[in-house]
């Protein structure tokens, strides 16, 4: 098969789709992979390095697009990459298409097979490409938080951890799953007073003998989290449903009762972000102030530390791209029932529930397809 590896458009973005070791793997099974000149320059890996694994560079997406059976990327595909995809030809990356009907059109219109790294599960029913992924957003997410509150920022001037004599501040983190865990560890460490909100009393119990007292547990109603956010000084969006758009928890009169200066970071915003007032943001302009509060709503927040995410990403990923490049996307799909939870649009069709639910359409069940 040949494997194609574009360089990443999306504003600031430096991740790669696969790094080198990656690419060496794949020419050891009688692969062909054509990576884009300069697309690991942002991880500081060299076209040189890419050449001694194997690889082939080429000097335009273009050339990448239209010899390659597979595509490899990190981000969704941008304006003018959906236009490079043909039918039958496979794309493998970060989707999030329940947020973004445009797109999700777009792409049934290609043709192509596309396979969403977010909806692929593991055998405890695990997210296993999304959770790399979600570990760094979570870490991040305290430390961008605690900038959004210091003065220069907009915030009101609030130190995470506070001082002797001076207490520290109220973190409200939304979900206790993958990117909460991360973001209450960071918030811990940086000796915050935490409130953890999440629905699920047995996730609520792990989380209470994972960090005892260091944190408060609260069972998520609309009347708890109205609470804990009028108290707090910075609240991490961190909620997921699966290949869904993400449920709004803060309304906007919600906002209003917190302090003016008062920050949110709203992880979740890749699926459509659990604020009411949340709208996409870059890492070229992360921030916007609504109703006193400091938005930070960047869509792909592990991009600022793009060589700890990429080699993060590609260790998950790795085991998936090989079975589709030595077996194909049917017959790999067949074997595997996790890897077919990733099929999210497979020749115009719309295959995964949760998007397909985001648009009030029904998806198609992926085994008719390759019955097919």
Known sequence: M?????????????????????????VRFGHQVLVETHAGDGISVDDEEYQRAGAEIMMTAKEIFS????????????????KMLRPG???????????D?????????????????????????????????????GR?????G????EK?????????????????????VLGGGTVGTN?????????????VIDRSIARLRELDDMFGSRIQTVYSTTDTIARAVAKADLVIGAVLIPGAAAPRLVTRPMLRSMRRGSALVDVAIDQGGCFDTSRPTTHAHPTYIEEGVVHYCVTNMPGAVPRTSTFALNNATQPFVIALANKGWKAAMSENLHLRRGLNVCNGTLTNEGVAAAFGKTATDPSELLAA
């Open 2 to 26: 040949i494997i194609g590896v574009p360089r990443e458009i999306k504003t600031l973005e430096f991740r790669v789709g696969l790094v080198p070791d990656a690419v060496s793997e794949l």
């Open 67 to 82: 010899a390659a059976d597979m595509i490899i990327k990190v981000k969704e595909p941008q304006q003018g990459e959906v």
């Open 89 to 99: 030809q496979i794309l493998f990356t970060y989707l999030h298409l329940a947020a």
């Open 101 to 137: 009907e445009i797109l999700t059109r777009e792409l049934q219109q290609s043709g192509a097979i596309c396979i969403a790294y977010e909806t692929i599960t593991d055998t405890q029913g695990h997210l296993p490409l999304l959770q790399p992924m979600s570990e760094v957003a």
């Open 140 to 144: 991040m997410s305290v430390q961008v």
């Open 146 to 149: 605690a900038h959004c509150l």
């Open 152 to 172: 220069e920022a907009g915030g009101s001037g609030i130190l995470l951890g506070g001082v002797p004599g001076v207490p520290a501040a109220q973190v409200v």
């Open 183 to 195: 973001a209450i560890r960071m918030a811990v460490g940086m000796e915050s007073q935490i409130t």
